[in-house]
């Protein structure tokens, strides 16, 4: 199976500016301006095969967006290369828009005011869809998703599960052979989570698209991707099969530090796998037989005003990883 998705080194920095507060402050901005530099995403590789699901999963603020948008051709990289089918996504080439779509749980690319048949068919002549194809395409998916009879009701009147899987139809209308889900099932009731995610699998088994998902949601990932990217901070800390992730860290722990002074990073180095640190707080990875041992140097050395030692399992290990704060 081809790859469909190579990335290689893919970095992402922001750069803001740190406005003071206060009118002194606010002239002096004026002059002078203290510029930031975010790095969202840092060094990530990874490719993915046609046909794959792959959840890709980290905490808020980890960069799970910003990579999907540079995938997308949305944003620019700052550094590094990615190819998808075959195409820089940045330089946003029409045959590369055709191929692929994105969804965003928490926007929606449906007119509120009209219904979602609307939308769905300005969708229809943006990617140039043939009729037939169209028609073929929309009864299909309209059954598969149980929603023939709301396509003509104003899209404000449907409930948020409704909707979504409009969302979904006007995204698939053009046989995408790559979808990037983000958060799909956001704020929807259990029911509707689960007809989303038998619709997602169904969808891949009968079309093989490549679907990228990212969830909050454990259910969401445990259902359908047999494969997890994790990120954090910006880095990638594994990618592999999902049932593989207890004998990754199986024999390990978590260690959240809050800290009332600024810590080094370098100091929290020789204790185990910094996995996140932004001077107040950290997390580390330890083997369980240090805890003991770490724990008592580590309250002794560094201004610690809090600690938790987490167990790690396969779906605890990337909740405690997503509980990590940014
Ligand atoms: N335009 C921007 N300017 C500055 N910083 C940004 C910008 N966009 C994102 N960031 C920062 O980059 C980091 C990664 O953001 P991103 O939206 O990719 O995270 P995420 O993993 O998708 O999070 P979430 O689960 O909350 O959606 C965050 O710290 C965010 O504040």
């Known amino acids: 199976m081809e790859h469909i998705i190579e990335v290689k080194q893919l970095t992402k920095a922001f750069t803001y500016y740190k406005k003071d507060t206060g009118i002194i402050h606010s002239f002096k901005n004026l002059i002078h301006r203290?510029?930031?530099?975010?790095?969202?995403?840092?060094?990530?590789?990874?490719?993915?095969?046609?046909?794959?699901?792959?959840?890709?999963?980290?905490p808020n603020g980890a960069g799970k967006s910003t990579t999907l948008?540079?995938?997308?051709?949305?944003?620019?990289?700052?550094?590094?290369?990615?190819t998808v089918m075959g195409y820089t996504p940045w330089k946003r080439h029409k045959d590369f828009k055709q191929q692929f779509s994105i969804v965003m749980g928490q926007k929606s690319q449906l007119w509120p005011d009209l219904p979602a048949a609307d939308s769905i068919y300005l969708n229809k002549c943006i990617y140039q869809v043939e009729q037939d194809s169209y028609q073929r395409t929309l009864d299909e998916l309209t059954?598969?998703?149980?929603?023939?009879d709301l396509l003509h009701v104003q899209v404000r009147r449907l409930s948020?599960?409704?909707?979504m899987k409009m969302e979904l139809i006007a995204s698939l209308i053009h046989r995408p052979?790559?979808?990037?889900?983000?958060?799909?099932?956001?704020g929807l009731d259990l029911l509707a989570q689960k007809a989303i995610r038998q619709f997602l699998r169904h969808y891949n088994e009968q079309t093989?698209?490549?679907?990228?998902?990212?969830?909050?949601?454990?259910?969401?990932?445990?259902?359908?991707?047999?494969?997890?990217?994790?990120?954090?901070?910006?880095?990638?800390?594994?990618?592999?099969?999902?049932?593989?992730?207890?004998?990754?860290?199986?024999?390990?722990?978590?260690?959240?530090?809050?800290?009332?002074?600024?810590v080094e990073?370098?100091?929290?180095?020789?204790?185990?796998?910094?996995?996140?640190?932004d001077g107040i707080t950290a997390v580390i990875e330890l083997e369980s037989s240090n805890i003991a041992d770490s724990?008592?140097?580590?309250?002794?050395?560094?201004?610690?005003?809090?600690?938790?030692?987490?167990?790690i399992g396969a779906e605890e290990g990337i909740e405690a990883l997503f509980q990590r704060q940014s």
């Open 34 to 58: 203290n510029s930031l530099t975010k790095m969202a995403v840092e060094d990530v590789s990874f490719s993915i095969r046609q046909g794959e699901m792959v959840g890709f999963l980290g």
């Open 69 to 82: 948008k540079m995938l997308s051709g949305i944003l620019h990289p700052t550094s590094g290369s990615a």
């Open 143 to 148: 059954d598969m998703l149980g929603v023939r």
């Open 160 to 163: 948020l599960g409704e909707r």
């Open 177 to 186: 052979k790559l979808l990037f889900l983000d958060e799909p099932t956001i």
């Open 208 to 262: 093989n698209a490549t679907i990228i998902l990212t969830s909050h949601y454990m259910k969401d990932i445990e259902d359908l991707c047999p494969r997890v990217i994790l990120i954090q901070g910006g880095r990638i800390t594994y990618d592999g099969e999902l049932q593989d992730v207890n004998a990754e860290y199986g024999d390990k722990r978590i260690m959240k530090l809050q800290f009332h002074e600024h």
């Open 265 to 277: 990073r370098e100091i929290l180095l020789p204790f185990g796998n910094v996995l996140h640190h």
């Open 295 to 311: 724990s008592r140097q580590l309250l002794e050395l560094l201004p610690v005003s809090d600690v938790l030692i987490a167990e």
